[in-house]
């Protein structure tokens, strides 16, 4: 396994082309059906380096309005992420179900700053649905 991932995008119909070119992507080579009246859109990406880690970051400076989730790499776990309003959350996942994870010390203790990061991400996550029209 190496330091590259396979990952899914949403984001607005609108929107999708500034991503792709956030993201460092040849738009036409990217193949996306869109229906009639759709407002979201959905696409992959494979061979991602690092989880284009920078490039969110990028997009999310941007504002672009989107989330996402990437398989894991060769030295990072699967993850969850959404950009809102300029900012961007990232949550490790379980890297089945996409569930994020909280990490839980040997003495049943649990991560203050995982739960925080966890409980931001899926409120930005539920805005931006909303946002998108969901």
């Known amino acids: 396994m190496g330091d590259r991932c396979y990952m899914d995008f949403y984001c607005r119909v609108e929107d999708k082309n500034r991503l792709l070119e956030a993201l460092g992507e040849n738009k ?6 869109i229906a009639p009246g759709e407002r979201q859109v959905a696409f992959s990406l ?3 380096n690092y989880a284009l880690y920078s490039e969110l970051h990028e997009a999310a400076e941007q504002g672009i309005n989107f989330f996402g ?3 894991p790499g060769g030295s990072y776990p699967a993850g969850s ?5 300029g900012k961007l959350f990232l949550v490790d996942t379980d890297g ?3 569930c994020p994870v909280i990490k839980v010390y040997s003495n049943g203790k649990f991560d203050k700053e995982t739960l925080k990061g966890v409980r931001q ?3 930005k996550y539920h805005a931006v649905k909303k946002w998108m029209g969901e």
């Open 81 to 85: 992420f959404v950009s809102y309003r």
């Open 28 to 33: 036409s080579e990217i193949e996306v059906e």
């Open 46 to 48: 494979s061979e991602c």
């Open 96 to 98: 089945e179900n996409n």
């Open 69 to 71: 989730d990437h398989s």
């Open 121 to 123: 991400y899926w409120k």
